[in-house]
């Protein structure tokens, strides 16, 4: 039985949306891949409905199994934080409407599950990308490869999750950088 995974990387000016399926080897096969673009200078409403529409069009062409969505996180710049957010419910009220089942990755937890670090660059997860779905060249922008790891972790995630308890020994370098990135998550830092 195959999984059909959905993967958002929310933005404003180029929202990533990328399909893939994973078999009961754990293989991921590229479906498809899209950027949803919206005009910088367009009236906030206008970008939020083409979003909007864009993603409500993949859902229902290729009818996921699940949807990952990238979590928003804090930044610096408070208005990309703001669009990140908007876009995110958006698609967040596609998978709700459709009753299709949604989980928010981290950044690291995506960066760990793909290429065992946590703190990868987007060229490795690109590249990773790229290697693990048998394509020629990096999907671009950075946009779409994103939400490819995104919907890649997920598959993965939701197959075998290693237990933040198990033994550091009987895990791969990749699942060991995905339970401490999951760590981080979980932990509050304090003083900081």
């Not at 399909?19 to 673009?37: G, M, N, Q, Y």
């Not at 009236?43 to 990238?70: H, N, Q, W």
């Not at 308890?165 to 339970?179: D, E, I, K, M």
Request: glycine share 8%.
């Amino acid at each position: 039985m195959t999984l059909r995974v959905l993967g958002v990387d929310p933005g404003l000016t180029r929202c990533g949306v990328g399909i893939i399926e994973v078999d009961t080897t754990r293989r991921p096969s590229l479906v498809s891949v899209h950027t949803i673009r919206s005009a910088a200078d367009a009236p906030l409403e206008r970008r939020l409905l083409t979003i909007a529409r864009g993603i409500e069009a993949l859902v229902d062409e290729f009818r996921p199994d699940a949807m990952a969505i990238e979590r928003v996180f804090a930044q610096n710049n408070v208005r990309t934080v703001m669009g990140t957010a908007q876009v995110s419910g958006l698609a967040l009220r596609a998978a709700a409407e459709r009753d299709i089942p949604v989980a928010l990755h981290t950044p690291s937890e995506v960066k760990a599950a793909v290429t065992g670090y946590g703190s990868a660059d987007k060229k490795q997860v690109g590249t990773m990308v790229a290697r693990l779905l048998g394509l020629d060249e990096i999907p671009k922008p950075a946009d779409a490869a994103d939400a490819l790891a995104l919907a890649i972790c997920h598959a993965w995630r939701r197959d075998s999750q290693p237990a933040a308890s198990a033994p550091a020994h009987g895990l791969t370098p990749a699942q060991r950088a995905w339970r401490d990135a999951e760590k981080s998550v979980r932990t509050p830092r304090l003083g900081g």
